[in-house]
Nanobody, 119 residues
């Protein structure tokens, strides 16, 4: 059993910053890709940041230059630093990870954390 637990969401004014954290726990042998997704009301879930086990990162244009993803492989954690927040960043943010267990690799989601940005 693997759990991804997010923390750090909340309400922020436009232009402010928030930092989200996600910790993976369980019988983990390794984690390859980790990422953050978000889903706003009435919209599809979208990727906002991803990082490989080697540290390569990727972002969509909508958050590039404002969001930074980082991970600690030893602690099985991934963080998302969000700066210059905009009202359109309002969404539930989900942590995602490709986890290697004893008998295979599986994809897991966290429970989500709400981020609300007021104008």
């Amino acid at each position: 059993q693997v759990q991804l637990v997010e923390s750090g969401g909340g309400l922020m004014q436009a232009g402010g910053s928030l930092r989200l954290s996600c910790a993976a726990s369980g019988r983990i042998r390794g984690i390859t890709a980790m990422g953050w997704y978000r889903q706003a009301p009435g919209k599809q879930r979208e990727l906002v940041a991803a990082v490989t086990s080697g540290g390569s990162t990727s972002y969509p244009d909508s958050v590039k230059g404002r969001f930074t993803i980082s991970r600690d492989n030893a602690k099985n954690t991934v963080d998302l630093q969000m700066n210059s927040l905009k009202p359109e960043d309002t969404a539930v943010y989900y942590c995602n990870a490709d986890v290697t267990l004893t008998f295979g690799s599986y994809n897991y989601w966290g429970q989500g954390t709400q981020v609300a940005v007021s104008s």
